[in-house]
C-alpha cells in the first residue's frame, strides 16, 4: 500500500486513493472537440466515498453543445485502478492517458489521444500542485494529464456517429475530500493558431485553520509552458467574476498574463462535498476566453487572442475569491 502511494505521489495521473474509505473522491477529466468544433463533449470517471464508507463509482457525460449531462452510477467494486500506472477499468469502460474507451446506453466506441502536452513534473515539484503535492491535509488536490492534443477515432453518441478524428482534446483530473467552497476554472485549446492551450483557476484554499486564495494558470506556446502559480512567485492581482464575466489577471517576474471570459449557457453536473457527489456546479464549455500575455522584459505581446470552446466554470462562494477589485 506504501509503495503504491509513494509511486502516485509523483505520477498525478495515477490513482492516489489507495487504502481510503471514506470521505474521499478521485475523477479524471477528457474534454473532447471534433474538428470542425460542432461537437463538443467532456467525459468524467472517478469514484465517490461519503462520510459513512458509503462508496459509488460514475462516469459523467457532458454535452457541451446540446447543454445536456448524464450521471451513470455503478458499484464501487466495479472500479478498478491499476497500480503502478494510470490505467482505470469501469465496468465495460476503460480509461487511460491514451485511449478511452466507452461502453455506456448512450455512449460507444473508442478514442486515441496523440501528441499529449503534460504538466512538467520533477521530484520536488510533481505535476501542477508543485510542492502542495506533499501536504497531506488539502483539500483539493489537482493535476494536468495533458494541456493540448489530437484525438483519433469515433463515437457513438445517442445513435450519432461522430468521427474526432484530428479534433482536439484536453486531460486532468482532481482528489481529495471536496471541491473548494468557492473557484473558478477555465481552459481552452482553440486558437487562430494550433498548439496552444491555455488554462487558469483560482480558489479559496483551507490552510491550518485558515485560508488563502490560491491560483494556477499554465499558457503552452507551442514549444514551452509558461506558468502562473502560487508557489513560484507569481502574484494575482486580480480575480473577478459577475454573470456576464470572468477577469483574471496573473504577473511574475518575467511575463504578465490576462484574461477576460464572456460567460455564457452552462450544464449542471454533479460536484463532491466530502467525498460524495451530492454537490452541483456548473460548466459551460462554448465560452470564449480573451487571453493576453506579455513578456515583460521585452516587452512584447507573445499571445493576444480568444480561445473558443472553452470551458469555465464559476462556482460557489466567489465573493471569497475576488481580488484587486477596489
Known sequence: MIKKKFQALFNPEQYHGWGKSKRYFEGWYYKVINA?????????????MDK????????????GKKLTAEYHKFDAQEFKPSSGEFKLQLSYN??????????????????AFKNQVPWPNSWYSPGIMGPFSFIP??????????????????????????????????????????FPSGYIWMQTNH??????????SVAK???????????????????????FTTYNFSQLRKSF??????????????????????????TTLASPILGFMDGRIEESMTAK?????????????LLQDTGRNAGLEVAGKVEEILVGNN
Open 36 to 48: 470542425d468544433e460542432s461537437k463538443a463533449f467532456a467525459f468524467i470517471p472517478g469514484i465517490a
Open 52 to 63: 459513512n464508507g458509503n462508496q459509488q463509482a460514475f462516469i459523467q457525460v457532458l454535452d
Open 94 to 111: 476503460a480509461f487511460s492517458g491514451k485511449n478511452i474507451q466507452l461502453d455506456l446506453p448512450s455512449v460507444k466506441g473508442q478514442l
Open 137 to 178: 491535509f488539502m483539500e483539493c488536490y489537482h493535476g494536468i494529464l495533458s494541456m493540448d492534443h489530437t484525438i483519433e477515432g469515433k463515437l457513438n453518441i445517442n445513435n450519432e456517429t461522430i468521427d474526432f478524428t484530428d479534433g482536439r482534446g484536453y486531460m486532468e483530473k482532481d482528489w481529495g475530500r471536496s
Open 191 to 200: 486558437f487562430e493558431n494550433s498548439g496552444i492551450s491555455v488554462k487558469a
Open 205 to 227: 484554499i483551507p490552510w491550518m485553520g485558515s485560508s488563502f486564495v490560491g491560483f494556477i494558470a499554465g499558457v503552452w506556446l507551442q514549444d514551452r509552458l509558461i506558468q
Open 241 to 266: 467574476a459577475d454573470q456576464n464575466k470572468v477577469e483574471l489577471v496573473m504577473e511574475n517576474s518575467h511575463h504578465r498574463l490576462e484574461i477576460f471570459a464572456h460567460r455564457e449557457a452552462s
Open 289 to 301: 476566453i480573451e487571453v493576453k500575455l506579455w513578456d515583460k522584459k521585452n516587452k512584447t505581446i
